[in-house]
């Protein structure tokens, strides 16, 4: 426990530095610390810290030990960020405030039908796969300009920004500013890069959240 919120209180003062150093304002960067493998035990300690926004890889560990914290919690910030499956919007949309990676119309088609359903409204990102990645999830940079209108016009989404995690044995700053050049394109204002290796750089390049998980519970 103590570990934990010793890691979430160095990579708040490493974020501050970051920030001051790209010449931002302190704070303007949100902390998405992510949660996924560890259970409430491990969570509580940093909820009663005061952090708030946390981040989840599958929905149906998210719905074993989330919906607990989050009454006794009411203003947590859950996002989703690992990949959706059709079947799971209704869930996903039931549990989560925020999902990272909308990638294709099928996703896109679900959760406004969900959300209009259930009555919310979530914040939500394009994935997209930067790296081009035949294994990974997420929108292809050539089609993100256009995906992101299809939200929009197609399917009545509201696409607040962008997600990536760039391929494990690149550079991540090309991949870091090329996420903001396609957020520009599509006219969408958030940026969510940058893990425990490179929440720095991403803060440079531009993120307006970082998802930062061991540099803060440990290895899993």
Same mark, same amino acid.
Request: aromatic fraction near 4%; charge should be neutral; proline fraction near 5%.
């Given at each position: ?8 209180? +160095? %990579?708040?003062?490493?974020?501050? @530095? #970051? &920030?001051? !150093? ?8 949100? $902390? ?68 990272? +990676? %909308?990638?294709?119309?099928?996703? @896109? #088609? &679900?959760? !406004? ?8 409204? $979530? ?98």
């Amino acid at each position: 426990m103590e570990k934990a919120l010793a890691g979430l209180a +160095t %990579v708040r003062t490493r974020m501050a @530095a #970051a &920030e001051q !150093a790209a010449g931002r304002v302190t704070g303007s960067v949100t $902390l998405v610390a992510v949660s996924k493998t560890f259970d409430a035990t491990a969570i509580r300690p940093l909820l009663d810290a005061g952090h708030r926004v946390y981040g989840e890889n599958r929905v149906q560990e998210a719905e074993a030990k989330w919906p607990e914290l989050k009454a006794d919690f009411p203003d947590i910030d859950l996002h989703l960020i690992g990949p959706l499956q059709s079947n799971k919007a209704r869930h996903a949309v039931a549990l989560f405030d925020v999902i990272e +990676t %909308v990638d294709r119309d099928k996703i @896109a #088609a &679900e959760l !406004a039908k969900e959300m209009a359903r259930q009555g919310k409204r $979530l914040g939500l990102y394009v994935e997209v796969n930067t790296g081009s990645e035949p294994q990974k999830a997420g929108i292809l940079p050539a089609d993100t300009v256009s995906f992101v209108t299809r939200c929009r016009d197609v399917h009545g989404l509201q696409i607040d920004g962008l997600m990536c995690i760039p391929p494990v044995e690149e550079e991540p700053g090309p991949h870091f500013t090329m996420l903001a050049d396609l957020a520009r394109q599509a006219g969408v204002a958030k940026l969510s890069m940058g893990m425990s290796a490179d929440y720095e750089r991403a803060i440079a390049a531009g993120a307006t959240s970082v998802r930062v998980g061991s540099a803060i519970f440990g290895a899993r």
